[in-house]
């Protein structure tokens, strides 16, 4: 099961090496892992997504709770939350592409980042479903570069 974890930590250095290894030292692999700073600049939030059972998240939660930085853990399997990612992806532009391109744009609501000579730069953001997909249809006229962000998630009040 695909667990998202939320974890509040002090915005201090080497906290994000701190927990990246914990992780690791424990055999857990990391499916996605953002991180940024809150409205206050004291803190960061990482989102974690982890494939694992319900024990194997109860481990990693206590684990994360024994971190003298971590000032909070949430499991965000209840779903009562809202994921994105963000992705950068830059396909040819020509003639022979341009009008696929612009159908996958209206479909997927995508957004133009930039264009230039021969290629255009979209940014897709959304649920992993739908940027998963969105990707999909882009292949067809050919990824020339892609870059792409970790989901990052916010629990709902």
């Known amino acids: 099961m695909r667990h998202v974890i939320s974890v509040l930590v002090e915005n201090k250095f080497g906290v994000l090496a701190k927990i990246a290894g914990l992780f ?3 055999g857990y692999n990391i499916e996605s892992l953002a991180v940024g700073e809150t409205d206050d ?5 990482m989102t974690v997504v982890v494939p694992g059972d319900d024990r194997i998240i109860d481990q990693v939660k206590r ?7 971590v000032i909070e853990v949430k499991d965000l399997a209840s ?9 950068l992806i830059k396909v040819p532009y020509i003639d022979s592409t341009k009008r ?5 744009i209206d479909r997927f609501h995508l957004t133009i980042a930039d264009i230039v000579e021969d ?3 979209l940014q897709i953001v959304g649920e ?3 940027v998963e997909s969105a990707i999909e249809e882009l292949k067809q006229v050919g990824i020339k570069e892609m870059v792409r962000t970790g989901t990052i998630a916010l629990e709902k009040d």
């Open 79 to 87: 779903g009562n939350y809202v994921e994105r990612d963000l992705v």
């Open 128 to 130: 992993e479903s739908f």
């Open 100 to 104: 696929k391109v612009d159908e996958i």
């Open 24 to 26: 690791s030292a424990r």
């Open 63 to 69: 684990q994360l709770a024994k971190v003298i930085e």
């Open 119 to 121: 290629s255009v730069i």
């Open 41 to 45: 600049p004291r803190f960061s939030r």
